[in-house]
């Protein structure tokens, strides 16, 4: 059983940074696809970037040249660099380990999720 733990998050100021980590149980976490996803208060949860085996990287519109995914497959880690944060950027964000079409995101492995305010 795959087990997810993020961290990294908090409160920061607009304009300001974090990053956030993921870091997977298992021997499997270099062969899935990894992302990252957000949900907001009364909002439905939102792809925000993913990241393939081999590192090839997907990104929303809302955050495209702000955010960074990058994963570590020696530490089966994945990372979220969060820079120029926004306070509609304010929400849990979650980790998730999935494998298409196999096991599809919302079928994938997922984790407890961490909060990110952006609040001056």
């Known amino acids: 059983q795959v087990q997810l733990v993020e961290s990294g998050g908090g409160l920061v100021q607009p304009g300001g940074s974090l990053r956030l980590s993921c870091a997977a149980s298992g021997s499997v976490f270099s062969m899935y696809v990894m992302g990252w996803h957000r949900q907001a208060p009364g909002a439905q949860r939102e792809l925000v970037a993913s990241i393939t085996p081999v590192g090839s990287t997907n990104y929303a519109d809302s955050v495209k040249g702000r955010f960074t995914i990058s994963r570590d497959n020696a530490k089966n880690t994945v990372y979220l660099q969060l820079n120029s944060l926004k306070p509609e950027d304010s929400a849990v964000y979650y980790c998730?380990?999935?494998?298409?079409?196999?096991?599809?995101?919302?079928?994938?492995?997922w984790g407890q999720g961490t909060q990110v305010t952006v609040s001056s």
């Open positions: 998730n380990m999935y494998l298409p079409p196999l096991i599809p995101s919302e079928k994938g492995y």
